[in-house]
């Protein structure tokens, strides 16, 4: 049950493989695993499959990802306070840390923790109890932690943004997710999986990749992984005219130029040039992206507000607001 609430991991690349099969090899345990690897690798993934593969597979993941909480609320939502602790503390409230007991916790990015955390942390896993803020007593608890890199953790140790003890309890097991441009054979399969994913998501007919379009995803850097395969794929199947995607349906931020990297100015990649620059309103810079994205998509606004990521209904009523007239006669959706 726990299995089915994430996506399978889609690998056909031998290194991956072999990580897997170290990853259910170290799950039954209770040891601490990191996780290194590029933004967009899969080392979520990769957290939750080790969660999933072992005992405590019954029990919910917690995870707290330490880039995405602001710094000032960290703590209070990795070890909970008591009622009062601070102002504003209406009610007391555990940490993730105790509502992860009996299960496993993902600390994400902890690359991102501050430094006084880091030493809070220490004590944590090393006594094995959480005290909330505010409290008098510490609760015992049973966690099983695991914790995702995408920076190199021993050049922070060396930089002295990262307390060395901490750094050595948590590099256990450390497990190293290949970046994506490492792994040819993921690429095609993965594009080939997103493809079938987001056809059936769309509701669109798109059932292959061009051999051209294959060759243009197998030479590009990805910079962002899988994350930014799976967009790029996404975004081909929307604007994909038949049922067979073309390699200029592919369209893939700063490609080519230098293939390894970024394009300059002005550059082709397939995108039209948006001139937005700073002065400019955030309303008129959206304009301005969503009047190009229908211009991209022949005036679609189906495919246009996908693309955009908003309903169909809201871009209608942007589209009404530019416009001040209420001319909705152009072409609705397909
Ligand atoms: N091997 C894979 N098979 C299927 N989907 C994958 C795979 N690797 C990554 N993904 C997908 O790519 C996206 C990014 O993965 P994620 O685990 O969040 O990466 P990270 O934590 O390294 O930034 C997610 O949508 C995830 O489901
Ligand atoms: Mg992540």
Not at 112 to 141: D, H, T
Request: hydrophobic share 40%; aromatic share 6%; net charge neutral.
């Amino acid at each position: 049950m726990a299995e089915k609430e994430f996506g399978a991991i889609q690998t056909a690349d031998p290194e991956m493989k072999r990580v897997l099969k170290l990853a259910e090899n170290v799950a039954a345990s209770r040891a601490t695993v990191l996780i290194h690897g590029e933004s967009g690798t899969g080392k979520e993934l990769l957290a939750r499959f080790i969660h999933a593969k072992s005992q405590r597979a019954g029990r919910r993941l917690v995870a707290v990802n330490c880039a995405a909480v602001p710094d000032g609320l960290l703590e209070s939502e990795l070890f909970g306070f008591e009622k009062g602790a601070f102002t504003g503390a209406a009610s007391s409230k555990p940490g993730k840390f105790e509502m992860a007991s009996e299960s496993t916790f993902l600390l994400d990015e902890i690359s991102e923790m501050p430094l006084l955390l880091q030493a809070k942390l220490l004590r944590v896993i090393q006594e094995g109890e959480v005290e909330r803020l505010g409290a008098r007593q510490p609760v015992k608890v049973n966690v099983r932690l695991v914790a995702t890199t995408n920076r190199d953790l021993a050049q922070m140790v060396r930089a002295g943004q990262f307390r060395e003890d901490l750094y050595y309890r948590l590099n256990v097991l450390p497990l190293r997710v290949p970046p994506l441009a490492r792994r040819p054979r993921d690429i095609e399969l993965l594009a080939r999986f997103f493809l079938e994913v987001s056809s059936g998501a769309n509701g669109r007919r798109v059932n292959g990749l061009s051999g051209e379009a294959m060759s243009k995803l197998l030479a590009w850097s990805w910079p962002g992984n899988v994350r930014e395969l799976e967009n790029v794929i996404e975004r081909s199947v929307l604007l994909a005219e038949g049922e067979t995607i073309r390699d200029d349906e592919v369209l893939i931020s700063g490609f080519p130029g230098s293939a390894w990297g970024r394009p300059e100015a002005g550059e082709e990649d397939g995108f039209p040039r948006l001139s937005i620059a700073p002065g400019m309103t955030l309303g008129e810079a959206e304009r301005r992206l969503i009047l190009e994205t229908l211009e991209y998509t022949r005036q679609n606004r189906t495919r246009a507000a996908k693309l955009l990521g908003i309903s169909i209904r809201t871009l209608r009523n942007k589209l009404h607001e530019y416009n001040g007239t209420g001319n909705l006669a152009s072409a609705e959706a397909e």
